[in-house]
């Protein structure tokens, strides 16, 4: 069965979402680049960066969410643009854009849930890593 990003359960916050799901999303894409020798702790961190990036615009102005959500959707494109020039794989591509696919842009709390999400997944994506030997 393939996973899925999936932030809400019957209308809140999936108890397992930054546990359990982001475990297994960080686990796959892990092992996923050390097999193509892609996804470095690097490339995966500037994509995180650019995340914490708009949460600290949103932080000092949240009435700009909506402006700024063509912007944060635009991630998209730049993770196809580091999936084309081979620094990501594919189910990091999918981690975002189905993380992004779950933003609404009149639901500002979206945001901060995919926030916590990646952040999560960073945790255990470090955690998987070492446990590889894999390097930044």
């Known amino acids: 069965m393939e996973m899925k990003v999936v932030f809400y359960r019957e209308g809140r916050v999936d108890p397992e979402l930054f546990s359990s799901h982001a475990e297994e999303w960080a686990k796959m894409v892990c092992e996923a680049g050390a097999r193509q ?21 949103l932080q000092k102005e949240p009435e700009k969410y909506r402006d700024l959500f063509p912007y944060i959707k635009m991630l998209n494109a730049k993770v ?12 990091f591509a999918r981690f975002i854009k189905e993380s992004l696919d779950q933003l609404n842009p009149d639901r500002p709390e979206d945001f901060e849930v995919l926030v916590n999400f990646f952040e ?6 470090k955690y998987h890593a070492e446990r590889m030997g894999l390097k930044g």
Do not use: P, W
Not at 38 to 56: P, T
Not at 80 to 91: D, L, M, V, W
């Open 37 to 57: 020798k892609r996804n470095k702790q690097s490339q995966i961190r500037k994509f995180y960066d650019e995340v914490l990036r708009f949460k600290s615009h």
């Open 80 to 91: 196809a643009y580091a999936e084309g020039r081979g620094h990501i794989t594919k189910e």
């Open 120 to 125: 999560a997944f960073m945790g255990y994506y």
